[in-house]
């Protein structure tokens, strides 16, 4: 089945420690993204990514961290989480062309205490 | 910059057609998509329009003028089902960076 999935679904840490979201798709999409959605605000992009080695901030990259190291997977790096990186994130990927849509991750819930 | 705008909130009724509108002003076009995001889920891919016009596809329908800066979304006979949020999307210039309006939440009533 063709999917984008991430992991941990819910996530409940503390101020400072260092965590990561993975993200990782089977449909061999060059093009990924991390988004974060917040009430009354929207979907932000965080980071994308055009291919394997090639990463580019998108309108809200303050406190994030990616790599693309293989074309399956595009973690997300929170160095030193804080309160107000509390939120919804979706990872999304799709293939590079101009009219090609993104397929959604089913979303990790973060909350930072 | 970039800026998106919808209505917060609609309320329809089931078996209606409902318009939802999208004005955007952007530093460059390459596209624009519409969402579908149930509460608690993903989004979901409804509608792209690059060009201007109607694009129909079965009950949904989005129309785009690029001289506007104007998209709208056309729900026809409305389900249930389809009480959701509806996402509004301009692909950016450089085909990269996408930007979304907020969302435009739709109650759908029997």
């Known amino acids: 089945e063709a999917q984008v999935t991430q992991n941990p679904r819910y996530l409940i840490t503390v101020t400072g420690k260092k965590l990561t979201v993975t993200c990782s798709q089977n449909?061999?999409?060059?093009?990924m993204s991390w988004y974060r959605q917040d009430p009354g605000l929207g979907l932000r992009q965080i980071y994308y990514?055009?291919?394997?080695?090639?990463?580019d901030k998108g309108d809200v990259p303050e406190g994030y961290k990616v790599s693309r190291k293989e074309k399956r997977n595009f973690p997300l790096i929170l160095e030193s989480p804080s309160p107000n990186q509390t939120s919804l994130y979706f990872c999304?990927?799709?293939?590079?062309?101009?009219?090609?849509?993104?397929?959604f991750g089913p979303g990790t819930r973060l909350t930072v205490l | 910059g970039q800026n998106i705008d919808q209505p917060t909130e609609m309320t329809a009724t089931e078996g209606a057609i409902v318009q939802i509108n999208c004005t955007y002003q952007?530093?460059?076009?390459?596209?624009l998509f519409w969402y579908q995001q149930h509460a608690g889920e993903a989004p979901t891919f409804l509608s792209y329009?690059?060009?201007?016009g109607l694009e129909e596809k079965g009950r949904f329908s989005s129309f785009l003028s690029r001289s506007k800066g104007y998209s709208y979304l056309l729900l026809k006979e409305l389900q249930m089902k389809d009480s959701a949020s509806y996402l509004c999307?301009?692909?950016?210039?450089?085909?990269?960076?996408?930007?979304f309006g907020s969302g435009t939440k739709l109650n759908v009533k029997p």
């Open positions: 999304a990927s799709g293939r590079e062309g101009p009219t090609d849509t993104q397929y």
């Open positions: 449909m061999n999409h060059e093009y």
């Open positions: 990514s055009m291919n394997v080695e090639v990463t």
């Open positions: 952007t530093s460059g076009f390459n596209g």
């Open positions: 329009n690059v060009l201007d």
């Open positions: 999307a301009v692909r950016a210039y450089n085909f990269n960076k996408f930007y």
